[in-house]
């Protein structure tokens, strides 16, 4: 069914209210994915008794090791894993032991495996894009978890938002449509009792 104006003031209050709806909708899915992640992680913090490595993580790819399979600023989800869940041609995020990269969360391929003990493993890895595998070895206890998926671009996204400015921008844009919008409601019905 088509909306019918009788003016283009109408037009305007329309658009602003799919706008502010729009927007609210969005609000409260994110809402809701907070509330679904946080009950998320409550109930891996009590079943396993707050281990260290979180079951899911989210990172920020900072370097072209891994193009074009996982691209600069792509960010990844990466899920915590059991020793025997991780094989050889699986991407790993890990805690690096690499000279330059000490304590950096690093997101490489399993290109070897070795068992340590019976719950422990010893991996080689390698990014996609580097021509030699990675100069030191990586433990289980070391490891994140697999990568999942990656959302593409999704690092420019929040290095904009990581500025405050932008971040001010991008709650005072959204605020301002919506006033705009009751004003211009409010306007409407005013309009609407001089002419009755």
């Known amino acids: 069914m088509e909306q019918v104006f009788e003016?283009?003031?109408?037009?305007?209050?329309?658009?602003?209210?799919?706008?502010?709806?729009?927007?609210l909708i969005a609000i409260l899915c994110m809402m809701l994915l907070i509330v679904l992640i946080f009950f998320l992680y409550l109930?891996?913090?009590l079943i396993t008794g707050g281990s260290a490595t979180p079951l899911f993580s989210t990172y920020i790819v900072?370097?072209?090791?891994?193009?074009?399979?996982?691209?600069?600023?792509?960010?990844?989800?990466?899920k915590r894993e059991n020793d025997r869940n991780y094989n050889i041609g699986d991407i790993i995020t890990f805690n690096s032991s690499i000279e330059n990269y000490e304590g950096e969360a690093v997101t490489h391929r399993i290109v070897n495996k070795e068992s340590a003990t019976s719950d422990s493993s010893i991996y080689t890895t390698k990014g996609d894009n580097n021509s030699r595998i990675d100069p030191a070895t990586v433990r289980t206890e070391s490891i994140y978890g697999k990568v999942l998926f990656k959302i593409p671009n999704l690092g420019?996204?929040?290095?904009?938002?990581?500025k405050p400015s932008n971040f001010f921008i991008s709650l005072i844009i959204p605020a301002m449509i919506v006033?705009?919008?009751d004003i211009g409601r409010i306007l409407f019905i005013m309009n609407r009792r001089r002419e009755s």
């Open 43 to 45: 109930g891996d913090i």
């Open 7 to 23: 003016n283009s003031f109408q037009k305007i209050l329309y658009f602003f209210h799919f706008i502010a709806r729009a927007f």
């Open 62 to 78: 900072v370097s072209e090791s891994m193009v074009p399979t996982i691209d600069v600023n792509d960010a990844i989800v990466v």
């Open 179 to 181: 006033i705009l919008y």
């Open 156 to 162: 420019t996204i929040q290095s904009f938002f990581a």
